[in-house]
């Protein structure tokens, strides 16, 4: 992916890409294409990386974006772009990003560009279901569902399904199901991201507890604690109030341990990713087969 | 270009992206696309149709996203996206339609994209051109001649371009050819452009007079006017100003027309309409080498 920075021809737009491309996440994109790619029989993985990789620049074309929508702060233990780098520029700067990462696909089939686009497109719709949300007490469990499949699980799913198309352009119904695994995997992935900012420890996961709260996001553990008969009326008040900050989400997350909320959060992560164990079954065992199904494990028991 | 937007599951969505493409500019980069594809004998247009098309979504997902950049508050008489909406919104809705103009143009060659995708890549580096050169004295013919570049004449170029390749995919001589005249034919245009914002009436352009000294941006008029021996000192005092205003800009747009700068910008505009005509020369004539003629012909005769 470096090497396709330097198409930029001003050095301080390759000094921003290489800010957000260093700082790396998890690359859950790129191993899971290849992954799918494997699975099904793939072998010269070139161009499995190649649209692997383009996933992820887009992935982190469009969080350059999202933090500027969300107002983050913070992305990955370091300062969100347009925090380091001007906003202008952090729009222009992902922008170039979202660019190089249909040039890196570009050599692929056309089907696999029609996957990607669809799934960029989907997390617009996302992103403006996430705000219609936004500190309004009518979100629901539905609406949650839909929020994340836009920003997460159709990406993810996207990526296996470029793999696994990749390797076997005529088997569709296996790519469809590698697609299906990863879909069910990108919803429990998030549930259990969500989740993390409630319990989870600000060195591990580079993002303050309770900054979900403060930005208003709908997310499951405050929906369902919402819905609680005794500590709800509260919840929704501190979720409603523009004005709240950290002490006021302390005191959420507080009120949200009381209930029965983080226990169906991670009931409803287990049952997606159970799902995602399922759409692997007719497969053939393989170590690319048992990667995946740890790594579905693994989602389900990140570190609280 | 209407059905296409159909595709945001998201009514604001929608409606955002509704917003931007009724308020159409001139259409020249469509235009470019289907001339060029008839000046090189192509017939079924259907393809060169969506290019074009693709290619307007793409340069109007780019004005989205400038707009915000530049702080530019009124775009073709009517107020910039961001600030009809809100600037995060605008943000996802210019990615939103970048992402569909990739999705309107899939169905053609890799060739087509890959011409799309590097003109894109250069408007991400132009943008970031013209900010380092923003108020600042130092910017000359050459920085501005880079700018305008990667922010017009690349796209031009590319609309072209890949009109001419689906027309002759095989005669790249004539691709190329037409390429350039589009490119010089874009380097007049912006030079006019950016000369109308000294000299033109704003109910003809939809910008306020002065709009780009109070912006600071490092465009031809001021950067000659700069270079003047008696009111070049002035000049720069206002440019480097951050604080200018619109009677700032009236008293430096007085001073610019007091030199030979806008003399020579018509100059330099003409040079490169001259030499796109020289790309046509070759061409047997036909209706569509007239018409591209004639939109030559047009640019550097536009309403003073």
Redo the contacts between chains.
């Keep these: 992916m470096e090497d396709v920075i330097s ?4 050095p ?2 390759r000094e921003m890409c290489h800010y957000v491309l260093t700082n790396h996440g998890k690359r859950v994109r790129p191993a899971l294409c290849l992954l799918a790619f494997h699975l099904l029989g793939g072998e010269d993985s070139k161009r499995a990386i190649d649209v692997g990789s383009a996933i992820e620049l887009i992935h982190n ?2 969080l350059v ?2 933090d ?4 983050g702060e913070m992305r990955r233990g370091a300062k969100a772009l347009y925090k380091e780098y001007s ?3 952090s ?6 990003m ?3 990462g ?2 890196l696909m ?2 692929t089939s ?1 089907d696999v ?2 996957f990607v ?2 799934a ?2 989907a ?3 996302g ?3 996430q ?2 949300y936004e500190r309004n007490v009518a979100a629901d469990e539905a609406q949650y569902l839909k929020i994340i499949t836009g920003k997460t699980a159709r990406l993810l799913e996207c990526a296996a399904k470029c793999g696994a198309y990749l390797a076997a352009p005529d088997d569709l119904e296996s790519v469809e199901k590698v697609g299906n695994f990863a879909y069910n995997i990108g919803l429990s992935f998030q549930i259990i991201d969500d989740l993390l900012d409630v319990i989870g420890d600000s060195k591990n996961t580079g993002k303050l507890v309770g900054n979900d709260l403060v930005e208003g996001k709908p997310t499951l553990p405050t929906i369902y604690a919402m819905q609680d008969p005794t500590y709800g009326a509260r919840v929704r008040e501190i979720f409603e109030n523009p004005s709240a900050d950290y002490s006021d989400a302390a005191e959420a997350i507080e009120l949200i341990k009381k209930t029965d909320s983080i226990d169906r959060c991670f009931a409803l992560a287990k049952h997606y990713a159970d799902l995602a164990l399922k759409d692997l079954e007719s497969f053939k065992d393989s170590s690319y087969k048992q990667s995946m199904i740890d790594f579905a494990n693994f989602i389900v028991s990140r570190d609280r």
């Design positions: 198409i930029a021809e001003n301080l737009l074309a469009t974006h999202d500027i929508n969300d107002e906003l202008g520029r729009i222009v700067a992902g922008d170039f979202f660019a190089l249909f040039q570009g050599t056309n560009v029609h686009i669809s960029a497109a997390m617009g719709s992103e403006f279901d705000k219609k």
